[in-house]
């Protein structure tokens, strides 16, 4: 047995329980795309898993991305930035293959990246990181703002913007976890009515391994799991 073989049965389970939630919720799990958080996961673990058909992967800090780019640069992936996105560690990001930032929630960050992204004469998908547990420690903007910021940042012609991420609410009581799905979908709803010119809101990056059921339910389109699939974090 392959070593890393735990990792392919942890991905079936991911997909059952994804599947499960669908088919309670009327929905198809091809809808849904599963996103392998690779904080602190090694290359060669990595590769296994895009290796099982899972190339989409999301890491949390810039380092890492740096660290672990020359050893999956030749392997057909998809890299999203997931962590929050300090205005310093843009150039450094850039320089690497990442097509997705699913973590810009303040104005300084949009035009700073808006910035250098002309420097660099191309563009980048983002998804608006939303605080809608409202808990301080989170990062994300608050969901009043919202609207607001994302027709600021559509002003910006570099940035594209796909739609909106959020944490769900650290805790047990699953009515409160829900609100803040369901708190996203509404926010969706409501940018799509304004019809701003250039946004889009194709994605809902919201859920993991500890409440995708409903995340699922309340409409997300991309589930975020790491340690579920990969193991406990070696830091």
Not at 165 to 189: H, P, Q, S, Y
């Amino acid at each position: 047995m392959n070593n890393f073989e735990y990792i392919k049965q942890n991905i079936a389970e991911i997909n059952k329980r994804i599947t499960l939630a669908c088919e309670k919720s009327a929905r198809r799990a091809e809808e849904i795309k599963l996103l392998l958080v690779t904080k602190t996961v090694s290359p060669d673990k990595i590769s296994y898993a895009i290796g099982c058909g899972y190339p989409l992967i999301g890491e949390n800090k810039v380092q890492e991305v740096r660290d672990k780019y020359a050893a999956l640069e030749k392997i057909p992936h998809e890299t999203h930035f997931i962590g929050h996105l300090q205005t310093n560690k843009i150039k450094d990001l850039l320089r690497y293959n990442v097509s997705f930032i699913q973590s810009l929630d303040r104005i300084d960050l949009a035009q700073k990246l808006q910035s250098r992204l002309e420097t660099d004469n191309r563009s980048m998908n983002v998804l608006v990181q939303v605080n809608t547990s409202l808990e301080e420690s989170k990062f994300g903007i608050g969901p009043e703002k919202a609207l607001g910021f994302v027709k600021e940042v559509s002003k910006l012609k570099n940035i594209k913007v796909k739609g909106l991420m959020t944490i769900g609410k650290l805790t047990d009581n699953e009515d409160e976890v829900r609100a803040c799905f369901r708190l996203l979908k509404n926010l969706k709803n409501e940018i799509v009515a304004e019809g701003i010119e250039g946004v889009c809101m194709d994605e809902l990056s919201m859920g993991m391994s500890g409440d995708l059921e409903i995340a699922v339910e309340e409409g997300a389109t991309m589930i975020r799991v790491g340690s579920a699939i990969f193991g406990e974090r070696q830091y």
